[in-house]
């Protein structure tokens, strides 16, 4: 199978409000190519630090602007995931590290937990690969 692969150099700042640290980390990322409906797909379906993406992202729910399932507990398809995503302006073609989809995830936003994986697991891989190939279905 093809693969990819990118190394990362990425600036960390963490403050505890009276101490700030900072450190350069190189995240190397390599994986087979992805493919949405296998690699991409079940992220948004799947316990994400104990939180299902689709609990939210559904129509009536609280991020229904951007919704992955059809129903509570009913995740949507990969095809209609993949329309929504490709629709909602969340993927940065020209700077696929500071893609939403990518970066939500880790920060949060005003409704939105953090943390729900880190730069450099397997999500976050399998997110980025598949951005950096493009973001193909």
Request: net charge neutral; charged share 5%; proline share 6%.
């Amino acid at each position: 199978a093809a693969t990819a692969s990118i190394v990362l150099r990425l600036r960390v700042i963490a403050s505890d409000g009276v101490l700030t640290s900072t450190a350069n980390v190189n995240v190397t990322v390599s994986k087979p190519t992805t493919n949405y409906t296998t690699d991409i797909h079940p992220i948004w379906t799947t316990n994400l630090g104990g939180v299902q993406c689709a609990t939210c992202h559904r129509p009536g729910g609280i991020a229904s602007f951007l919704p992955l399932a059809t129903n509570v507990g009913v995740p949507a398809n990969a095809a209609t995931t993949y329309a929504t995503i490709q629709a909602a302006g969340v993927i940065n073609s020209g700077s696929s590290c500071s893609s939403l989809i990518l970066t939500m995830p880790i920060t949060g936003g005003a409704t939105m937990p953090s943390g729900l994986f880190t730069v450099g697991d397997a999500n976050y891989q399998a997110i980025l690969i598949w951005l950096l190939q493009g973001a193909p279905f």
